[in-house]
């Protein structure tokens, strides 16, 4: 054998780089070595940074400065399966931290994150991919990017993973993923339902919390709730609802149940499988609040249906919704009045909460807490709608105060909610009068003033409900809260306007505050309103014309219209034909001006302290200019108050007819004049005659006058004796006459006599009533003329006084203004002749009284000689 020969080592290759093992303590350095092309590095820096990550989120932070979120995003698709998995739970702490969000948003990485759900891949990264995509979809941005990137679809496979972390990542994703709707839309289409409720069966709360909240969401589109009831969700429900273990999960299972409840058939399929029986139960004798909370807003949801309501009514829901009236906590309080209010759609709950709901519910519009109150408010204005039996058991129940302090609650919906309690109150005679006995007016001031216009139209609602006496009107009047009413007719929103209308038109029965309304410019705001076709009801309407009514004068210059219930008293003036929406000026702004060539102005003014003397001879020397006694209405409202007296009282030169003794075959109502007190006195007691003077210069001094050396003159109209004189006249030769037709022909001859008598038409031309007309302007040096002064009248000056004494006398007559100066009066007979065979008497005939060619000749309203009469 020969000798062996020891082998000398070879050196290593002069271009191979030794291996180094490298310690490093600061994050900097292994930050930079992600962008090293060695796998093991890469590998082992990802690991590094993901222990470093997972100490805090100011170690997110820094790794954020340090530069590391961009290379480990292009880690995510490297073909090292480690790498790309260490990448992938860098990312899943990182997603966490706001910054790193969007960072990643604007990196577009989230196809690459999409890429880790598929099949093939880890279950660790599976979990860290799905962990990444539940942070990001916390905003908004991030649902989009998921959504638009196909994330939902590998989300919903991953709910069948084995690996519970998997699971709850991927079913957080998808909560937050459906608050969208559009991901609602397309999760329907992926059929994911049965995986959800698989999911119920989880021993991880959190999982199953998850999942019911997902189903608690979704569950709010009606195809969802028919794929739950499809996979017998309900029964799952159920289940969990009767584990008590899992009261943890009650709170979310009801609020999926209260979903379903919404839809009928799933109601009567509740029903028929007892779960409903059990539900209220459940609701009923939990002590969990949040429980009983949720119980009644199901209820709430699904009362909403009127068939849910009849199948609640069978299982008794009114007991259960009563009992949670009384839970110490607020939430349930409020969530069991919202469901009263649902259930009093149904007349049979409204009726059972008449003795067993209504107590409870005032007692809580004492509540502290303002929800409470406004959901209470909320329920009684539902039960009281309709319902004259509860609005009378809420104000049993001393409702009334509590309702009047909520309106001035700061919570609009309270306001809104009593303001409507009390209109269905009001609308009860006797609940009214108590409710304006509580200042009421007072009370609505503030929300009339709102600035919610829900509250506007409710308030105004409630003062046209309550102010239906002249006492509630004055109250209002008094306490300034006509301003806003009238404020209200500006409103753009349809409903406030039409309630403020409403309004205004109650408030504008009697003549004060109708007058007050007026100066406050809602006569011109209503004109307005009716002149659009898209601002104008029904109620601005009628109040416009409520408004007119105590305003005769703006009445018949704008519409040339007065029916025979617009009595003409002192004060009436014709200035002519006016545009709608313009401005009528006052009397006496008109007699100051300087006389015009215009059309005079016609008066009517009855007052005057003299009696219309026996002769027309010693007519205008008594006149006394600018002192005046009562009116002819304050004459009605005096003659109503002393009928028992039977006896005539006649002031100031008109009558006010009142019951008469001493003509018992005529039947019919007169009245005497001073003058005809005079003629009577043989025949009545002296002391009958002092009597009645003592009331006289009582009236007379109870009139305001001129006092001695006072600075400024009270204006005051122009008197007019010669109409005292014929008010006097006709009250005591027409009046008695009983037939209504002999009536109208002897008064039309009266008139047609005063003003120029019998003309032809071909005497027309001749007729100069023009100059006469100019002559009186020139001697009044007025272009107002009181009617009575007019001896040459044509037809609208005839007309004018027809209406005057017809009015005086109970004649009903309505005046019409026509063109060319032509004006006439149309009445009203019935024509016995025509009574049926059965003793009904037909419609009366209308007829225009002819004061010119034929006084006194009937004129069948639609007939040519009419038309002649009107036209020609």
């Not at 292009?74 to 073909?79: A, F, I, N, P, V």
């Not at 005529?666 to 003592?694: C, I, M, P, Q, Y």
């Not at 071909?762 to 020139?778: G, T």
């Not at 065979?837 to 004129?859: C, K, N, Q, S, T």
Request: proline letters at 4%; hydrophobic letters at 40%.
């Amino acid at each position: 054998m020969g000798k062996k020969i020891k082998k000398e080592v070879e050196p290593p290759p002069k271009d191979v780089f030794d291996p180094l093992t490298i310690e490093s303590k600061k994050a900097a350095t292994v930050v930079l070595m992600l962008n090293s092309p060695e796998e093991e590095i890469l590998a082992k820096a990802c690991e590094a940074i993901y222990k470093f990550a997972l100490k805090g989120e100011e170690n997110k932070a820094t790794l954020l400065e340090l530069g590391a979120v961009e290379p480990l995003t292009k880690l995510l698709t490297h073909e090292d399966k480690i790498v790309r998995r260490n990448a992938t739970m860098i990312f899943g702490i990182l997603a966490s931290n706001s910054d790193v969000k969007k960072l990643l948003r604007e990196l577009e990485v989230m196809n690459s994150v999409i890429a880790q759900l598929a099949p093939e891949e880890e279950v660790v990264i599976h979990e860290f991919a799905s962990l990444c995509l539940a942070n990001l979809s916390v905003e908004y941005t991030g649902k989009v990017q998921i959504y638009e990137h196909g994330g939902l679809e590998p989300l919903i496979r991953l709910l069948s993973s084995p690996d519970p972390d998997v699971k709850k990542n991927s079913i957080e994703c998808i909560y937050n993923l459906v608050q969208d709707f559009q991901c609602r839309t397309t999760l329907h289409e992926l059929n994911p339902i049965p995986p959800i409720l698989e999911l119920l069966k989880s021993e991880y709360p959190i999982i199953q919390l998850l999942a019911l909240k997902t189903l608690g969401v979704i569950t709010c589109d009606k195809e969802s709730r028919a794929m739950l009831k499809e996979n017998q969700g309900l029964d799952q429900l159920s289940k969990i609802l009767e584990t008590k273990e899992w009261n943890d999960l009650h709170v979310e299972a009801l609020a999926v149940i209260a979903n379903c409840l919404e839809d009928m058939d799933t109601v009567v399929l509740m029903q028929q499988t007892g779960i409903l029986r059990k539900l209220l139960s459940f609701a009923e004798n939990s002590t969990v609040p949040d429980i009983q909370k949720n119980s009644a807003k199901a209820i709430t949801k699904a009362a909403y249906d009127a068939e849910n309501r009849k199948i609640f009514h069978e299982q008794e829901v009114e007991k259960c919704l009563v009992a949670l009236l009384g839970s110490d906590s607020d939430g349930t309080k409020i969530a069991a009045s919202q469901a009263i209010s649902a259930m009093s759609e149904n007349s049979s709950s409204k009726d059972f909460f008449n003795t067993q709901g209504i107590p409870q519910i005032v007692q809580l519009l004492r509540s502290d807490n303002e929800e409470v109150r406004e959901a209470a408010a909320l329920a009684l204005a539902n039960l009281t709608t309709s319902s004259s039996a509860n609005a009378n058991a809420a104000a049993e129940a001393d409702a009334i105060d509590p309702l009047i302090n909520i309106l001035s609650s700061k919570r609009d919906g309270a306001i809104a909610n009593a303001a409507t309690v009390l209109t269905n109150m009001a609308i009860q005679e006797p609940l009214r009068s108590i409710i304006q006995g509580h200042d009421v007016m007072q009370a609505l001031l503030a929300p009339l003033h709102s600035t919610n216009t829900v509250v506007q139209s409710t308030a105004a609602l409630t003062v046209a409900s309550t102010a239906c006496d002249v006492e509630a009107r004055n109250q209002l009047r008094n306490c300034g809260g006509l301003e806003p009413l009238v404020e209200l007719l500006h409103s753009k929103n349809d409903e406030v306007r039409r309630h403020a209308s409403w309004a205004v038109m109650v408030c504008a029965s009697d003549e004060v505050t109708a007058v007050e309304l007026c100066k406050l410019g809602a006569l011109d705001i209503l004109g307005e309103i009716n002149l659009s076709v898209s601002r104008k009801n029904k109620f601005s309407e009628a109040a416009y014309n409520k408004l007119l009514n105590n305003n005769l004068s703006l009445k018949y210059s704008q519409t040339g219209y007065l029916s025979s219930s617009n009595l003409i008293s002192d004060g009436f003036y014709d200035c002519g034909r006016i545009n709608p929406g313009t401005k009528l000026l006052p009397l006496k702004e008109l007699s100051l001006q300087e006389v015009n060539d215009q059309r005079a102005i016609l008066l009517v003014n009855c007052k005057s302290d003299i009696s219309p003397p026996p002769s027309m001879e010693d007519k205008s020397s008594d006149v006394g200019y600018g002192r005046s006694i009562s009116s002819s209405s304050s004459l009605r409202r005096a003659s109503r108050e002393k009928t028992k007296e039977k006896s005539f009282h006649f002031s100031a030169g008109f009558g006010s007819p009142t019951e008469e003794k001493s003509e018992p075959t005529s039947g019919r109502n007169t009245a005497l004049s001073r003058g005809a007190a005079k003629e009577k006195g043989s025949r009545k007691g002296r002391g009958k005659k002092e009597e009645e003077k003592v009331k006289e210069e009582e009236e007379i001094l109870a009139v305001p006058k001129l006092t001695e050396g006072s600075s400024e003159k009270e204006w005051y109209p122009p008197p007019d004796p010669e109409l005292c004189v014929y008010v006097y006249e006709v009250t005591k030769s027409i009046l008695p006459i009983v037939n209504i037709k002999d009536q109208i022909e002897a008064l039309a001859k009266f008139v047609a006599d005063k003003m120029g008598g019998k003309i032809p038409k071909e005497k027309m031309s001749d007729f100069s009533w023009e100059l006469h007309i100019s002559e009186l302007k020139f001697q009044l040096k007025s272009n107002v003329i009181p009617i009575g002064h007019i001896k040459k009248g044509i037809f609208y000056h005839r007309a004018l006084l027809f209406k005057v004494l017809a009015d005086k006398i109970g004649v009903g007559s309505c005046l019409v203004r026509g063109e060319y100066s032509r004006a006439w009066n149309e009445v009203k007979l019935l024509n016995e002749a025509r009574k049926g065979i059965i003793g009904r008497l037909p419609p009366p005939e209308e007829y225009i009284v002819d004061l010119m060619f034929h006084p006194g000749a009937l004129l069948k309203l639609r007939s040519k000689e009419a038309d002649l009469y009107r036209f020609l």
